[in-house]
């Protein structure tokens, strides 16, 4: 089996032979193509820059090129005739070749073996004038010729990825299954209700996904794939509705649970456009999770390897740790410890870990934390976070090291104040930063009941990484687990007919008698009371510290959102690695079918991702460059071969795609001259094509310039 890793070194000197292999086979199509409708082909060349070692009919093997051997055999044989070598044309030259019975061709392997290229007589594409009067150039022939040997390489392309994901199937790959992972609460999926039960809501982790659209999926690749190839609901400023989208229907078998049995059920989801990030067509689920730790080191993400190192710290797990116990309960997968925190209530999850080194096990106990409601109001950018209208401060989780925050503010530091901005809200947090652009920020936190004010200078790392002047190094997000304050009230909720007694600042000290210390603690005294009228006992930071007793009036609507609300995973997906099975295929014809399936998948999402760009809802900052593709196809590869074959297919998915775009210099853009030309009954005019030229090269230099930049230096 070929599923098992290889070393650095050799996984290397396989993406590079692979990424040659492309790109060859991509000017082999033009090849192939070109000598059968005619055109003269002068060279056909395995990879860039001087020969190595070279073919040619009626030479043989040659080491360098045989350019110098032809032309001194052409010059003697003109010589002979007692005429001018020197003044031979083109044509005239190539004459000469055919009655010296040369091969017209000459195959090279170049020095640097990045790729490969073919030279057709009349066809260059830096320069569209060079064109020959020749009956056998590219630019003599019928537009019909020429359109099938520009499309040949992305032809070729297609079928190799297909070639390759079949490769890939036949060997076993581990991927993830069609299975949900992660719900988040309050997005389409979280809402959805079952068609066989309405008292069903929401898709829930572990769902083994059956069916969408009545297509079968493979993997959860195919379900992302078809999520992101949806039409997505929109909404104005207000959340009206002004188009439904298209509806997804998910047909999905849940495993048996406590006393629930497994069942199958049906729901319908309409996908959105996220409010942040990638502007893709999402239902807000995620792939399926294992139950063994992940290794922060192999996170991509400096700020999230911070943040799950800092986890490791503080419980005293480590990477490769697999979960197995929940409260006294074995657990096989990762659901069915998301089941024990959605109905944990808020307390406390004693979790088992066993060290796979010596099958010794560990135990820790996490806290579950309340979800918050989300209100969004027409000036605000990102929504508020609240809990019937009582919205929590802003906490430091983590400080990067080595960052300007490092030695001054700590985790758990509770925001009071950032610039001119009180009690802010995380945009305010935000902004504040970004505006400073490298001056001082003034920022007042409290630590362990004691305000401390201080200012930090958030400086540059490095000249080459001008938006690290604007980043502290900080993460942060709602305090809603650590303190019960209170920064301020949201309109239309239960709390908002006490907006003038809950100040920012304001600390929720019991409710109906009860202690309360946090928002847990508010959301479950909230839901333990009986009565419509609930007592609410505040310390207001006035004159000392008022106290006052409030009186809040609970709906069955109100009892009902607190109801509907999750419980948040403590530790969170990104502690777990993917659960990946194998998939492989039962034979050859099962192989060629998966391989054509999984080609058309890549280039129906490639088009999206495409389209997305032109929207701008995907930044050109969020593509890869070769810096990118090259780094993404070194950790495949040490994956193992069949890792490797299946990059490959994607990555040659990719590029013929790319490659027939209609924009200048690539295969696309040269088709749409030839359909002009076509409808027009001549040529685009060699001016238009030349301005056409260098305006493609400007473009695509730009854009090699730009992504290669965050490639290398990070995406801030």
């Given at each position: 089996m070929f599923i098992a890793a290889i070393d650095g070194t050799l996984a290397l000197t396989l993406l590079i032979l692979g990424l040659g292999f492309i790109i060859f086979v991509h000017e082999l199509g033009h090849f192939l193509v070109a000598k059968a409708v005619g055109i003269r082909c002068t060279q056909f060349a395995i990879g860039f820059g001087h020969a190595l070692f070279c073919y040619r009919k009626g030479?043989?093997?040659?080491?360098?090129?045989?350019?110098?051997?032809?032309?001194r055999r052409v010059h003697e044989h003109v010589n002979r005739q007692h005429k001018d070598p020197t003044k031979l044309t083109q044509t005239e030259f190539d004459r000469v070749i055919d009655e010296l019975e040369l091969g017209e061709t000459e195959y090279r392997f170049n020095w640097m073996p990045l790729g490969g290229y073919v030279k057709m007589l009349g066809q260059e594409d830096l320069d569209p004038t060079k064109v020959s009067d020749d009956p056998r150039s590219y630019n003599c022939k019928p537009v019909w010729a020429r359109m099938c040997v520009i499309s040949a390489g992305v032809i070729m392309n297609l079928i190799f990825a297909a070639v390759f994901f079949m490769g890939t199937f036949l060997l076993g790959a581990m991927v993830p299954p069609?299975?949900?992972?992660?719900?988040?609460?309050?997005?389409?999926?979280?809402?959805?209700?079952?068609?066989?039960?309405?008292?069903?809501?929401?898709?829930?982790?572990?769902?083994?996904i059956l069916a969408i659209n009545g297509n079968k999926p493979s993997d959860?690749?195919?379900?992302?794939v078809t999520i992101a190839l949806s039409d997505a609901q929109l909404t104005d400023s207000k959340g009206n509705i002004v188009d439904p989208g298209e509806t997804i229907t998910f047909k999905v078998r849940r495993p048996a649970w406590s006393d629930q049995p497994a069942r199958e059920l049906t729901f319908k989801v309409s996908p959105i456009l996220p409010e942040t990030g990638v502007q893709l067509p999402w239902i807000g689920l995620a792939p399926p999770i294992s139950t063994t730790l992940i290794d922060p080191d192999r996170l991509s993400d400096q700020a999230a390897q911070v943040a799950t190192q800092q986890i490791h710290d503080t419980l005293t797990i480590q990477a490769d740790w697999t979960l197995d116990q929940v409260n006294d309960e074995s657990i096989a997968r990762h659901w069915q410890y998301r089941q024990a925190v959605e109905v944990s209530q808020g307390q406390p999850l004693e979790l088992v870990f066993t060290n796979p080194k010596d099958a010794s096990q560990h135990t820790v106990t996490v806290h579950p934390n309340t979800e918050l409601q989300r209100y969004r109001s027409e000036e605000k950018k990102s929504p508020l976070h609240h809990l019937l209208g009582l919205s929590p401060p802003i906490r430091i989780s983590y400080i990067v090291p080595g960052s300007a925050a490092e030695g001054k503010l700590q985790a758990g530091d509770i925001v009071t104040q950032i610039s001119d901005s009180s009690w802010p809200t995380l945009d305010q947090f935000g902004n504040a930063v970004s505006a400073a652009a490298g001056e001082p920020i003034d920022i007042q936190v409290l630590r362990n009941g004691e305000s401390i004010a201080m200012q930090i200078q958030a400086r540059r790392q490095d000249w080459w990484k001008p938006w690290q002047s604007k980043i502290l190094g900080v993460g942060y997000g709602n305090a809603d687990a650590e303190c019960a304050i209170v920064t301020r009230v949201i309109p239309e909720t239960p709390f908002a007919a006490m907006q003038s007694k809950l100040i920012p600042g304001a600390v929720i000290e019991k409710i109906n008698g009860k202690p309360v210390s946090n928002y847990n603690d508010i959301r479950l005294a909230l839901q333990a009371a009986d009565d419509p009228s609930v007592q609410v006992d505040v310390l207001v930071p006035l004159g000392g510290g008022q106290k006052d007793r409030l009186e809040l009036t609970l709906d069955e609507k109100d009892r009902a959102a607190l109801a509907r609300l999750a419980w948040i995973d403590p530790l969170g997906a990104h502690m777990f690695k993917q659960l990946k099975v194998e998939q492989r295929a039962d034979g050859p014809a099962q192989a060629v079918v998966m391989g054509i399936d999984k080609t058309i998948l890549f280039i129906e999402n490639t088009y999206v991702t495409i389209l997305q760009l032109v929207k701008g809802s995907v930044g050109l900052k969020n593509m890869s460059g070769p810096v990118g593709?090259?780094?993404?196809?070194?950790?495949?590869?040490?994956?193992?071969?069949?890792?490797?074959?299946?990059?490959?297919?994607?990555?040659?998915?990719?590029?013929?795609?790319i490659n027939f775009l209609p924009i200048p210099i690539v295969d696309g853009g040269h088709f749409v001259l030839l359909c002009i030309e076509k409808l027009r009954g001549k040529p685009v005019p060699l001016k238009i094509q030349q301005a056409i030229t260098v305006a493609g090269l400007v473009m695509l230099a730009s854009i090699f310039l730009y992504v290669t930049y965050f490639d290398i230096f990070g995406r801030g």
């Open positions: 030479l043989g093997f040659r080491l360098g090129s045989t350019e110098p051997e032809v032309t069609a299975e949900v992972g992660q719900v988040l609460p309050g997005e389409p999926a979280a809402m959805a209700v079952a068609e066989q039960d309405a008292s069903i809501v929401g898709m829930q982790p572990g769902d083994r959860y690749t195919d379900v992302k593709i090259f780094r993404a196809g070194q950790r495949f590869a040490m994956e193992g071969i069949s890792y490797l074959l299946f990059f490959m297919g994607l990555l040659s998915v990719n590029l013929a795609v």
